[in-house]
């Protein structure tokens, strides 16, 4: 059922005069203006420590050119001054909670550079530790990596950026990619050098060893090193290397015009991947090409070929193992060494772009419709009406979604629905905390708003729009 209730839209940007503490409002349960911004294109919300940076880009409708500005502010980021607006930043992670980050420490998307910034808008941003790369830092419990680009060194800040606390854990080291920035399991960093050793430094101890010679490129679990042999050649062997034993198996043949040139995953459940790499339980190797006319393939830890779709397209790796492929019109769930199941699936192969994982499914959206598919192979069900594109889970009950340009809570289990907010564009879920929304993206009146967890599943008593919302 759709919650009815008239209101009247309100500036609300002035409640917060009414209080001593300008973020009251960011507990409360009332939409938060943050931001007005003419012709809106795309924002983003990042939270460090006790403010938040608003980044956000605006297109000029009549030169196509593109303006970034970087906006911040205290709690949900009410009332905010800007940072910057001819550098691309964004406050530093540190630590795994960002409310323990320091948000006076950011680092330009562009150059790799940190910076010392005043989250009150007081003063420039002034260049902070230059030798340092900030763009991709490694968070260990034994301190923060960083890759010194002066002396190609990998430092460990144990409170950084104190110089005190820093250690150099390994030199000369390769930065290219895939072999920057290097892989992190367990206790254990692995790295490549620019002599092509791959060696392991142990976290705890400091000690460092040499593993593997001549590597191109590799990737490392806690007890195997998938590696790409350095030829110089378009082909170049594939092999797995068991640390207990020491033992190297071929797998196969890499080939240049037919593999991804890359073992660094992008992400362990993103479809971009190289195309040998461990699955995602770390279980199994699988060779899945770049080109469509190679066969696919997988490998147990030992080497040896197991059960797997010798054709389509890969869609998704699971965090189970599951792997769902594309065949054709088909949609198949598939596990290395077993046999594969035929999933329901959109009625349209081009909605297969609109699938979403979960926990043991997928789901799709499909004419209103948000409908699961469980990966047993059992028929997919309807569990909610009136979803848009854009949908996100905000727990095991409630969903929010984008329908029709309405921000909506939906209540699957009950049809219960609750409007939030009207012409609205994009929207980013804070899980826990909130979410950050647009309004009227790409006009003069855009905006940039913030509703807080609290008002999540009810309707508010304003309504951000310049009608009524019902």
């Not at 349960?29 to 956000?56: C, K, M, Q, W």
């Not at 010194?148 to 390994?170: C, E, L, N, S």
């Not at 965090?319 to 054709?328: K, R």
């Not at 929207?427 to 999540?456: M, R």
Request: with cysteine; glycine share 6%; net charge negative.
């Amino acid at each position: 059922m759709w919650v009815a209730r008239l209101v009247i839209f309100a500036a609300l940007a002035p409640m917060a005069a009414c209080s001593d503490d300008p973020t009251a409002v960011c507990s409360g349960t009332e939409p938060v203006l943050l931001l007005r911004r003419a012709n809106l294109h795309s924002f983003g919300v990042t939270r460090s420590g006790d403010y938040s940076f608003i980044a956000s880009t605006a297109v000029d409708p009549v030169t196509n050119d593109h303006a970034f500005t970087i906006h911040v502010g205290p709690a949900c980021g009410v009332e905010p001054v800007l940072l910057a607006d001819s550098i691309r930043l964004r406050p530093f992670r540190a630590h795994d909670d960002p409310a323990d980050d320091d948000p006076t420490i950011a680092c330009d998307l562009d150059s790799g550079t940190f910076f010392r910034v005043d989250p009150d808008g007081e003063a420039t941003p002034t260049l902070l530790l230059p030798q340092l790369y900030c763009n991709s830092s490694l968070r260990t419990p034994y301190g923060l990596l960083l890759l010194d680009r002066q002396t190609r060194g990998i430092w460990r800040y144990h409170d950084f950026p104190a110089p005190g606390t820093a250690r150099r854990v390994a030199e000369d080291i390769d930065i290219s990619i895939p072999h920057w920035p290097p892989r992190v399991v367990g206790d254990e960093l692995f790295y490549v050098r620019t002599d092509r050793e791959l060696r392991v430094h142990d976290l705890d101890t400091d000690a460092d060893r040499p593993l593997l010679s001549r590597v191109a490129e590799f990737d490392a679990t806690a007890t195997h090193i998938l590696w790409r042999e350095h030829t110089g050649a378009p082909l170049a062997p594939m092999r797995i290397l068991d640390r207990a034993t020491g033992t190297n198996t071929y797998l196969g043949l890499y080939h240049e015009d037919e593999d991804i040139a890359s073992l660094y995953p992008s992400s362990r459940y993103d479809p971009v991947h190289t195309s040998w790499r461990f699955d995602t339980t770390d279980a199994f190797v699988l060779h899945i090409p770049s080109a469509a006319h190679v066969p696919m393939a997988a490998f147990d830890l030992e080497g040896h070929p197991v059960q797997f779709p010798a054709w389509g397209a890969l869609w998704r790796e699971m965090a189970d193992g599951t792997v769902i492929v594309v065949v054709g019109r088909e949609l198949l769930a598939v596990r290395p060494g077993a046999e594969p199941r035929q999933l329901d699936h959109p009625s349209e192969v081009q909605g297969y772009w609109n699938l979403r994982p979960g926990d043991g499914f997928l789901e799709y959206q499909e004419n209103g419709e948000l409908r699961r598919i469980a990966l047993d192979g059992s028929p997919a069900r309807t569990i909610a009406f009136g979803v848009g594109y854009e949908w996100t889970w905000l727990d095991d009950d409630y969903l929010l979604t984008n329908y029709a340009g309405i921000l909506t809570t939906v209540h699957p289990a009950t049809t219960h629905r609750s409007e939030l907010a009207r012409t609205v564009g994009s929207f980013s879920v804070v899980p826990g905390d909130g979410v950050h929304f647009t309004v009227e993206p790409g006009t003069q009146s855009a905006s940039i708003w913030y509703l807080p967890e609290a008002g999540l599943r009810e309707p508010p008593s304003r309504c951000v729009k310049l009608d009524v919302c019902e």
